[in-house]
């Protein structure tokens, strides 16, 4: 993944997932997986997340510079929100 932006917006939806979901292992799986990426690929230290209307914030580290991206709530949430309409299809497979 070639943007920080995307990678951020892609860690960030799966961990508001992972926070609702903690028995998710898939969900884990992914987050683990794009975390990863953030630290190889942009050598990012995320330090923390908040949700503030109509944002959440990430901060995190590049080098010895603190940063700040912000996305909108409504679009984070939207992979947790489809769960939620249809859990039948999330269902939990260890």
Known sequence: MKSLQDALYNWLTIRVVCDAR???SAARDTEMFFMQMLKNDHQVIIDSVSKIE???FV???IGDEMKKQRFPIELIDIM???IQ???D???NIE
Do not use: G, I, N
């Open 22 to 24: 903690p028995d998710d």
């Open 54 to 56: 109509p944002f959440y």
């Open 59 to 61: 901060e995190f580290l």
């Open 80 to 82: 947790l929100d489809q």
């Open 85 to 87: 309409l249809e859990p």
């Open 89 to 91: 299809k999330y269902k």
